[in-house]
């Protein structure tokens, strides 16, 4: 009896290392198209030509300035931003985007790297 419970307990402890390794999803393998509709979406389009919603339309928004969709009326920071979008400040952007534009009236905010990444690579393709 004994040793069919020192068997049992052995495959048990195996089979909890076995998952304990099991590696979490890649950013990639996250769905940045289904995530920018799902968190993003209700406020932004990427569609080329489409006008903004509550935010500006955000075809081609990398390597572009921010603040610089014609037509769209942005909060305050946006004209004294002296940079491009690119990865990093995508990424600091979704995390707090009033840390990286001041007056910036966005409320979302994403603690997730992955779900971050996802979507930033999800913007680098709508050119």
Known sequence: M???IGHAATLLILASVRFAHAQPAEPAA?????LFKQQCGACHSVVAGESGRQGPNLHGVYERKPGS??????SGGYEKADF???????????T?????IPGSIMPYRQAKAPVR???????????
Not at 69 to 74: D, L, R, S
Not at 84 to 94: C, I, K, N, Q, R
Not at 117 to 127: F, N, T, V
């Open 2 to 4: 004994c040793r069919k």
């Open 30 to 34: 996250l769905d940045g198209e289904k």
């Open 69 to 74: 969709v014609e037509g769209f009326h942005y």
């Open 84 to 94: 491009v979008w690119d990865e990093p400040h995508l990424d600091a952007y979704l």
């Open 96 to 100: 707090n985007p009033q840390a990286v």
């Open 117 to 127: 990444a996802a979507i930033i690579s999800y913007l680098k393709e709508q050119k």
